[in-house]
């Protein structure tokens, strides 16, 4: 693949020399039959074999000096590169279009001076006939051939910034080695002066060789137009470079701003030393450290998951005469559900279930704070009432308002085979018995929000065979793959559908896999318990 890269990195260079050498003959034949007015045969005889062999000649002797120029790029594509090649390597990409742009003039002054170096003497000393108007003439074919030249040199420098972009691609440098310091309006100044200086010298040089009545303005306008559109094309080409370089940095920076997680890493290639190029090593420079920050966040906050978790009992638990199951999943890496199940003595048993407003680091900050407290506070005895009025009172003292907390507390006695819930603004649980799925009616305030209010015990037998259902408001908020909420009717028909046959763990498993795995972009945190009194029943 490196191979076939270099070849067709070779075959490219000598395209652009070829062409823009052919355009500059084309130029040349142009001014010669439209301005000196020499016919196409004689042309042929002799001027246009020399123009094309000379073109040639220079199109071998610059990529000979391109392969020389480019030693470092070919060592770093071929992987052979040492420390510090990759930047000899970008910054010789970088400096080549220029190179070959001094190096065209050179060569055609070059050509010029051999070409021109007997009749140049002979009309300076005056001898065989030549004199001062034979070296005016002289001069002007000479600014002529210069002027051609500069037309292949501008057109070696558009072409070959955009055949060093693709390999400049490859090497993807990513930031600007400190020896850069080129601006976008160099090459923008050449190549408009220089376009500017071929459209002026093509019309002076027309108007200069005959009077007003000789001059046909319809090959003045004709060559005005050939040269301004040629001008303008190559203006428009190196432009277009810089806006697509433009473009590509903006999307990198889209990609940024939508916090495209798996796009992090992927920098933009520096392809210039000019503005740009430092815009675009500023932009992965900030990349960098927006990813690194990232990484940061994502370690903690893998921590933070892996501590909440810590925190909640496992997914199946055995207190007194009980069975508790449960499934929780977090809308991000942390959330704001929580539960517990405490052994209060050998035939109680206290769950609670609850969800805090919010999402996030924020939620699971006061998810962990209403967890302490409930594990203080069941300890303190009372009703589940009672217990709830406390929880309320601290959390109001400590939010003010600002969040709150839905809580709903299960109080399990197997001595009398009851339930005892109290709910502070929670989802109301089902109790299922035998071929019935009955709502537990709640109505109350979350805690945190009013530090007076009161909550009521609902008292409720609990036999063996009973379910117990507490879940948080985002199981009734899943959507399915049309759309559609759950709701609390279509949960109540799966509750109904349940097999009351077989274990709790099988029942939650079945519940589950019946729900929809992910909800809505802005899905909620979700918990859902089943409490099972053991088949041996009260103790």
Known sequence: MIQHSLAGLYWRLFGVFVTALLVSCGFLTYNNIVILRISLSKLLAFNIPVIVSTSILFALILTAVTRWRLKPVWRELEGGGESGTKESATLRLWGLPSELFWWMMALTAFGCAFYHADALYDSILGVNGYGSRTLILILQNIMAEMMTGLTSAILFFVLLRRVAKRYLIMLHPSRLPAKAHGSFWHPLIWTYTSCSILVVFSVLRLLLQGSAAEIRFGWLAATFAIYFMFSFAVYRLLTKQFTDELRELTEGIRVLLQGNRARLHETVPVLSDDEVGQLSAAFNELQTIVAAKYEAVDRELALASEMQRQLLPGTSARAAAYTVVSRFKPAKEVGGDLYDIVSLDDSRTAVLVGDVSGKGMPAALLMSAALALFRS???????????????????????????????????????????????????????????????????????????????????????????????????????????????????????????????????????????????????????????????????
């Open 377 to 539: 506070e069941i300890r303190a005895g009372g009703t589940a009432a009672e217990i709830i009025t406390r929880l309320n009172r601290s959390l109001s003292d400590m939010l003010h308002g600002d969040m709150y907390v839905t809580l709903g507390l299960a109080l399990f006695d197997a001595s009398d085979s009851t339930v005892r819930y109290a709910s502070a603004g929670h989802v109301a649980p089902y109790l299922i018995r035998a071929e019935d799925v009955l709502q537990i009616p709640v109505c109350s305030l979350p805690a945190g929000i009013d530090a007076d209010e009161t909550f009521e015990d609902t008292v409720l037998p609990f036999l063996p065979g009973d379910r117990l259902v507490l879940y948080t408001d985002g199981i009734v908020e899943l959507t399915d793959e049309a759309g559609d909420m759950i709701g609390f009717d279509r949960f109540e028909k799966l509750l109904t559908d349940m097999d009351r046959d077989v274990p709790v763990e099988a029942q939650l498993e079945w519940l589950t896999r019946l729900l929809p795995e992910e909800g809505s972009p802005d899905e909620d945190d979700r918990t859902l318990l089943i409490i099972a009194m053991d088949s041996g029943g009260a103790i």
